[in-house]
Each structure stands twice: as structure tokens, then as C-alpha cells.
């Protein structure tokens, strides 16, 4: 796929040498676009749980937004979100939970209490999500701090749309929080719309207000 200007940044499909730099921005962004550092203490698990099947098991479906040749953003996708379950459980999540009893992971007190909020919010529920067969596919996309707000996630989002009407697929979802004050109105901008809104208990009791999954959802 050709390069497509945005200014000073360029979007392009994802290659291998892009992923230590996407696990970067991944964790430096993981907040609402800031770092998670007050709340997790090892990049490499929060990594290995957001990023690894994207990158290693579905990277087709990937794109980078570059500028001076530097990776300062990215939008990690997947056709179908019924394989990914199927690839985490089988695959990703018994060799995460391999490695942490091996202690491969730096898991400290703030990081664990983190883990077990967020299985309870699972178990919980709290993540509803769309049916698939209308919107199977999914996407998780972020841009470095310092290169937003200059047309780096809508030619990521738009690429990756296009990349989905090639392969048949005419739905697509996507979850955030409220916490992503710059994501919610980006997501109503592209013709997202609210699937589902939920109190995010993960965080409750750790900020001074209340936080919010939500679920958008577009048909292509």
C-alpha cells in the first residue's frame, strides 16, 4: 500500500521493525493517552495482554503513522474478533499465564491489584459487546503524544476501513473510555455510534470521578 501524506506524517501498513516502538506507545498511552505507570508497573505484561495478537498473529490488519521515519502512531486491527477470542484463549493467554509463573513478569502490589480489577469487571460484564455478525471486525489505535490533532488517526481509521471493505467485512467495532476525552468526539466525528456505556469499576475508588466503558460501533 502506498504511503498516504498527512502533513508531516505518513500512514502506512505495519511492519515487523514497528513493533518494540508500538509497544511504546501503547503503554505511554494506556491512560486516557497518557502513561499507566501509577497503576501498572510492567510494560511488557500490559503489552503481551493489548498488542501481542495484532502484531504477531494478525498483522495484515495493521497500520503505523510515521513521521521523520520514526513510528509516532498506530492502529492495530482484526477482521474477525471471533478468531482473536479464539487466539487469546488458546494461545496468548495460556503462555501469559505460563510466563507469570515462571516470574517472568514484574508484577509489584499496584500492578496485581490492577489484574484483579480488571478480571472482576470482565466476569462482571462490564465490557458488552456488539453482535458480531454485524460488526465483526475491531480496532484499537493510538498516537504518540505530541503528534496528535494533525490527521494522523482519521487516515489510520480510514485505512483501515478500506482495508475491511476489501476483505468483505461491513461492520466494526471499538471500545474506550471516558477517560479518552479526545477519543469520543473523533469516534462521533467518523460516523461512530454508542453501542454500550458502562461504569468502569476497574477505577473505581482510584480517580476523584466516575469512568465509563463504552462500545462504539459503524457499519462500513
Not at 49 to 66: G, I, K, N, R
Not at 98 to 123: C, F, G, P, Q, S
Amino acid at each position: 500500500m502506498p504511503m498516504t501524506q498527512t502533513g508531516k506524517i505518513s500512514i502506512r501498513k505495519y511492519r515487523p521493525r514497528d513493533r518494540h516502538r508500538v509497544r511504546e506507545i501503547c503503554f505511554a498511552t494506556a491512560l486516557g493517552g497518557d502513561p499507566l505507570d501509577d497503576y501498572f508497573n510492567d510494560p511488557e505484561l500490559f503489552n503481551d495482554m493489548l498488542t501481542l495478537y495484532y502484531s504477531d498473529y494478525e498483522p495484515e490488519s495493521a497500520f503505523v503513522a510515521v513521521s521523520a521515519g520514526r513510528t509516532v502512531g498506530y492502529l492495530l486491527g482484526c477482521a474477525d474478533t471471533a478468531r482473536y477470542v479464539r487466539t487469546m484463549r488458546v494461545s496468548i493467554a495460556p503462555a501469559i499465564l505460563k510466563k507469570m509463573a515462571r516470574a517472568e513478569y514484574n508484577i509489584d502490589r499496584k500492578t496485581a491489584r490492577y489484574l484483579r480489577r480488571h478480571v472482576l469487571t470482565m466476569l462482571r460484564g462490564e465490557y458488552l459487546p456488539p453482535p458480531l455478525e454485524i460488526y465483526p471486525a475491531h480496532l484499537h489505535i493510538d498516537i504518540a503524544d505530541g503528534f496528535r490533532r494533525m490527521g494522523a488517526g482519521g487516515k489510520l481509521m480510514n485505512a483501515f476501513h478500506e482495508h475491511l471493505k476489501k476483505l468483505g467485512v461491513r461492520g466494526v467495532h471499538l471500545g474506550t473510555s471516558s477517560l479518552h476525552r479526545m477519543g469520543v468526539p473523533f469516534y462521533d466525528k467518523l460516523g461512530y455510534s454508542v453501542f454500550s456505556r458502562t461504569r468502569a469499576t476497574t477505577w473505581s475508588g482510584l480517580m476523584s470521578r466516575d469512568v465509563y466503558n463504552i462500545i462504539y460501533v459503524k457499519r462500513l
